[in-house]
């Protein structure tokens, strides 16, 4: 049975014993003008993919960051971000085609934009930084989930027992737990399939968001709040001086993490119709993802830091800033871990599909890795397996929750992954693809001042990696790999 016989299954050969095509698009229409299956994608399904992907754990990170950092460096470090972010996010959006923005050949991938405009050299230091900060993001968002999932066990327990009730609990079973149902998502096909996820998704961030906002709130109206300061924390009464230093460069970390979706704009931008065009409505989908999260960035930063003062937790529904009303901390936990499991999938997606994109290129032939076996569960309901889907994606997801339990530190992972990934993936290649695209004269003001903002956010995250890998070693220090309880 040749695996090119793809007519006859159509036509329903009985010359085909196995029900299987031959295909990556199983059951799909070919008519958009790169001849992939006709995309949907509009503003707000990109800013929904937009949202899920920024608003995400590090929201809860913002107080601690802002005590670190105090009223005037914490507030401006969120606004310079937010404004870098939206910047470089645009410089991005216009490369999604070249040599044109508008008319020229699409580039659906991070690393296919930097190849057609900075060449192969700069798409493999692309696509390294790239897919091991998309493996590091989705381990963050399994500490998480799982963090959250211990919160509401660790909340009852407190509510039952009492404050002072040594409550602390392993967060393995729920990694486990969280992988196995990660696993059958993976399933799902790519990006383009993902759009009521991300919906749901996002519903949850401003779910969680708002009521970790509404109860610093009520603290801080209660007159209950704590100390804060113009600086953050105090050397000599809060922390010594190097602590400061180190604890400011985390700060930054968890801010640039809080801002870090670069990644996989490409590929948002790729589920984009191709009318109008996909750089003006992903210009949109960015002004809008990039300020409403800001907004609830604020709230959250500078509430919380408003509540508990320069005492502020790592994570703020989490650490058990807030005890009562306990259902409403266990709700806002719960929306945090099904915000995450859309998360998960929107930055393992592009992982997935350019494993299978390299094995699809490497054996056309092969049923392994080309089949589609359609499983009809109902007469409304029906989907396809492919075996390299099934199981390349559970591996992936074996390896991502084991290396999760291995080193489950939230804030300093947070600030890691927010250093590794925003100066090479949100800014740097961003402003080369743009001065390359746009052919911008050497040594001209724009070409200055476009490699000025490289330099200092260069700068921005080698501070930052420093505080983290610094924030680490000191949690490996205190804490056994697999052992580890919050």
Same mark, same amino acid.
């Given at each position: 049975?040749?695996?090119?016989?793809?007519?006859?299954?159509?036509?329903?050969?009985?010359?085909?014993?196995?029900?299987?095509?031959?295909?990556?698009?199983?059951?799909?229409?070919?008519?958009?003008?790169?001849?992939?299956?006709?995309?949907?994608?509009?503003?707000?399904?990109?800013?929904?993919?937009?949202?899920?992907?920024?608003?995400?754990?590090?929201?809860?990170?913002?107080?601690?960051?802002?005590?670190?950092?105090?009223?005037?460096?914490?507030?401006?470090?969120?606004?310079?971000?937010?404004?870098?972010?939206?910047?470089?996010?645009?410089?991005?959006?216009?490369?999604?085609?070249?040599?044109?923005?508008?008319?020229?050949?699409?580039?659906?991938?991070?690393?296919?934009?930097?190849?057609?405009?900075?060449?192969?050299?700069?798409?493999?230091?692309?696509?390294?930084?790239?897919?091991?900060?998309?493996?590091?993001?989705?381990?963050?968002?399994?500490?998480?989930?799982?963090?959250?999932?211990?919160?509401?066990?660790?909340?009852?327990?407190?509510?039952?027992?009492?404050?002072?009730?040594?409550?602390?609990?392993?967060?393995?079973?729920?990694?486990?737990?969280?992988?196995?149902?990660?696993?059958?998502?993976?399933?799902?096909?790519?990006?383009?399939?993902?759009?009521?996820?991300?919906?749901?998704?996002?519903?949850?961030?401003?779910?969680?968001?708002?009521?970790?906002?509404?109860?610093?709130?009520?603290?801080?109206?209660?007159?209950?709040?704590?100390?804060?300061?113009?600086?953050?924390?105090?050397?000599?009464?809060?922390?010594?001086?190097?602590?400061?230093?180190?604890?400011?460069?985390?700060?930054?970390?968890?801010?640039?993490?809080?801002?870090?979706?670069?990644?996989?704009?490409?590929?948002?931008?790729?589920?984009?119709?191709?009318?109008?065009?996909?750089?003006?409505?992903?210009?949109?989908?960015?002004?809008?993802?990039?300020?409403?999260?800001?907004?609830?960035?604020?709230?959250?930063?500078?509430?919380?830091?408003?509540?508990?003062?320069?005492?502020?937790?790592?994570?703020?529904?989490?650490?058990?800033?807030?005890?009562?009303?306990?259902? !409403? #901390?266990? &709700? /806002?936990?719960?929306?945090?871990? %099904?915000?995450? @499991? $859309?998360?998960?999938?929107?930055?393992?997606? =592009?992982?997935?599909?350019?494993?299978?994109?390299?094995?699809?290129?490497?054996?056309?032939?092969?049923?392994?890795?080309?089949?589609?076996?359609?499983?009809?569960?109902?007469?409304?309901?029906?989907?396809?397996?492919?075996?390299?889907?099934?199981?390349?994606?559970?591996?992936?997801?074996?390896?991502?929750?084991?290396?999760?339990?291995?080193?489950?530190?939230?804030?300093?992972?947070?600030?890691?992954?927010?250093?590794?990934?925003?100066?090479?993936?949100?800014?740097?290649?961003?402003?080369?693809?743009?001065?390359?695209?746009?052919?911008?004269?050497?040594?001209?003001?724009?070409?200055?001042?476009?490699?000025?903002?490289?330099?200092?956010?260069? !700068? #921005?995250? &080698? /501070?930052?990696?420093?505080?983290? %890998?610094?924030? @680490? $070693?000191?949690?490996?220090?205190?804490?056994? =790999?697999?052992?580890?309880?919050?």
């Amino acid at each position: 049975m040749g695996g090119t016989k793809d007519e006859e299954f159509h036509h329903g050969s009985s010359a085909l014993s196995t029900n299987y095509k031959l295909s990556d698009n199983y059951d799909e229409e070919f008519d958009d003008d790169d001849g992939k299956p006709k995309r949907s994608g509009t503003v707000w399904t990109a800013s929904a993919h937009i949202i899920t992907a920024i608003i995400g754990s590090g929201v809860l990170s913002l107080a601690w960051g802002t005590a670190q950092l105090g009223w005037i460096g914490g507030v401006g470090t969120l606004v310079i971000f937010s404004g870098i972010t939206l910047y470089t996010s645009n410089l991005l959006a216009d490369c999604y085609r070249s040599p044109d923005p508008v008319t020229g050949k699409r580039n659906p991938t991070y690393m296919d934009e930097v190849q057609a405009n900075l060449g192969r050299s700069s798409r493999i230091a692309c696509g390294i930084v790239q897919y091991a900060n998309l493996t590091g993001m989705v381990i963050g968002y399994t500490i998480t989930a799982s963090i959250s999932m211990v919160a509401v066990h660790k909340s009852n327990c407190f509510h039952g027992k009492g404050h002072a009730t040594n409550c602390k609990f392993t967060c393995n079973p729920y990694m486990i737990g969280l992988g196995i149902f990660e696993i059958v998502l993976s399933q799902i096909r790519n990006l383009h399939k993902l759009t009521w996820l991300s919906t749901v998704a996002a519903i949850m961030s401003f779910g969680y968001a708002t009521i970790g906002i509404g109860l610093a709130i009520a603290k801080v109206v209660s007159g209950d709040g704590g100390k804060t300061t113009l600086t953050g924390v105090e050397v000599g009464i809060d922390v010594t001086g190097a602590e400061k230093t180190w604890r400011m460069f985390r700060a930054l970390g968890d801010i640039a993490f809080a801002y870090s979706f670069a990644q996989v704009l490409v590929e948002i931008q790729d589920t984009l119709k191709s009318t109008p065009a996909e750089n003006k409505v992903m210009k949109k989908a960015n002004t809008v993802g990039v300020i409403t999260t800001t907004s609830f960035y604020m709230m959250c930063g500078c509430l919380g830091y408003a509540a508990f003062g320069n005492s502020a937790p790592g994570n703020m529904l989490t650490g058990f800033g807030f005890y009562e009303p306990f259902w !409403l #901390v266990d &709700l /806002a936990n719960i929306f945090i871990v %099904i915000h995450l @499991v $859309g998360a998960y999938q929107v930055f393992a997606q =592009p992982v997935y599909s350019k494993i299978e994109s390299l094995a699809a290129e490497k054996w056309p032939n092969s049923t392994f890795v080309k089949a589609e076996y359609p499983i009809k569960i109902s007469s409304r309901i029906e989907f396809s397996v492919n075996l390299l889907r099934l199981t390349g994606r559970t591996i992936f997801v074996i390896l991502v929750t084991t290396l999760a339990m291995a080193m489950p530190f939230f804030n300093d992972i947070l600030s890691f992954l927010g250093s590794l990934g925003f100066w090479p993936l949100t800014v740097y290649f961003p402003v080369e693809m743009y001065i390359a695209q746009q052919k911008i004269k050497w040594r001209s003001i724009k070409w200055f001042m476009l490699q000025l903002l490289s330099l200092l956010c260069l !700068l #921005v995250s &080698l /501070a930052a990696a420093v505080g983290s %890998i610094q924030g @680490v $070693g000191e949690s490996l220090r205190s804490s056994k =790999p697999f052992q580890y309880k919050v």
